[in-house]
C-alpha cells in the first residue's frame, strides 16, 4: 500500500499568514494526488486534484504543487473559515490511501 | 442540485449485518464510478469500497473484503453497502462519494478524486 505522510500534524497562523502543508507517499504517484478540507462534523470537500487543479468553486488562496513523492498544499493568506483539517489522497494504486490529516488552526 | 444523501446507519452488535444506502440526485449513478469511505471517531479518512459506472468492476479494502459488498440499483440511483460479520473497529461514519471522470492526454479513460459527498450515516458496533 502506499502510505502518504503528512506533516506538521498541527500549524497555528494568524489571519493573513501563509500556510503550507506537505505530504509525502512512500512511492511515487506521478500526479495523482487530491487535497481535502474537513470541518467538524462536515463531510470533506475536494479542493485540489491531479496535484495542482483547483476543484470548481474553490478559491485562488488555495494551491497544490509537487510529483512523484512529494507535494504541498498552501493557502496563500488566511481566511479565518480555512480553520479545517486537510488531507491528502493518492489514486495511483489500488487502495485509495488517505494521508492523516494537518489541522489548521487559526489564531 | 448534485447531491448524495445517505441512510441505513445505526446500533448494531459484533457480528451483525447494516445496509447502508445512497440516494444520489441532481446526476445519473451509471455515469461515474461510486465509493464508500469511513471516518472512525476523532481520527482519519479511509477508503473502503469502489464500484464501477457499470457495476461491474468492484474494489475493496484489506480490511473490509469478504465482509462488506458495494452494489448500485440504477433504477434507483441508489449505491449500497452491505455490512456482515461487523466488528467494533467497523465503528464510523461512512460516506458515499462519486469519482470524477475524465480522459487523460493518451484518450484513455480515467477516474479522479472524489468531487460529491454526502453528509454521512453513523455505524456503531457494540453490545
Known amino acids: 500500500d502506499i502510505v502518504l505522510t503528512q506533516s506538521p500534524a498541527t500549524l497555528s497562523l494568524s489571519p493573513g499568514e501563509r500556510a503550507t502543508l506537505s505530504c509525502r507517499a512512500s512511492?511515487?504517484?506521478?500526479?495523482?494526488l487530491a487535497w481535502y478540507q474537513q470541518k467538524p462534523g462536515q463531510a470533506p470537500r475536494l479542493l485540489i486534484d491531479?496535484?495542482?487543479n483547483r476543484a470548481t468553486g474553490i478559491p485562488a488562496r488555495f494551491s497544490g504543487s509537487g510529483s512523484g513523492t512529494d507535494f504541498t498544499f498552501t493557502i496563500s493568506s488566511l481566511e479565518p473559515e480555512d480553520s479545517a483539517v486537510y488531507y491528502c489522497q493518492q489514486r495511483m494504486n489500488w487502495p485509495l490511501t488517505f494521508g492523516g490529516g494537518t489541522k489548521v488552526e487559526i489564531k | 442540485e448534485v447531491q448524495l444523501v445517505e441512510s441505513g446507519g445505526g446500533l448494531v452488535q459484533p457480528g451483525g449485518s447494516l445496509r447502508l444506502s445512497c440516494t444520489a440526485s441532481g446526476f445519473t449513478l451509471t455515469s461515474y464510478a461510486m465509493n464508500w469511505v469511513r471516518q472512525a471517531p476523532g481520527r482519519g479518512l479511509e477508503w473502503v469500497s469502489t464500484?464501477?459506472?457499470?457495476?461491474?468492476?468492484?474494489y475493496y479494502s484489506d480490511s473490509v473484503r469478504g465482509r462488506f459488498t458495494i452494489s448500485r440499483d440504477n433504477s434507483r440511483n441508489t449505491l449500497y453497502l452491505q455490512m456482515n460479520s461487523l466488528r467494533a473497529e467497523d465503528t464510523a461514519v461512512y460516506y458515499c462519494?462519486?469519482?470524477?471522470?475524465?480522459?487523460?492526454?493518451?484518450?484513455?479513460?480515467?477516474?479522479?478524486?472524489?468531487?460529491?459527498w454526502g453528509q454521512g450515516t453513523m455505524v456503531t458496533v457494540s453490545t
Open positions: 512511492q511515487s504517484v506521478g500526479s495523482f
Open positions: 491531479d496535484a495542482s
Open positions: 464500484i464501477s459506472g457499470s457495476g461491474v468492476s468492484t
Open positions: 462519494a462519486r469519482r470524477t471522470n475524465y480522459y487523460d492526454s493518451s484518450g484513455t479513460a480515467r477516474w479522479g478524486a472524489f468531487d460529491i
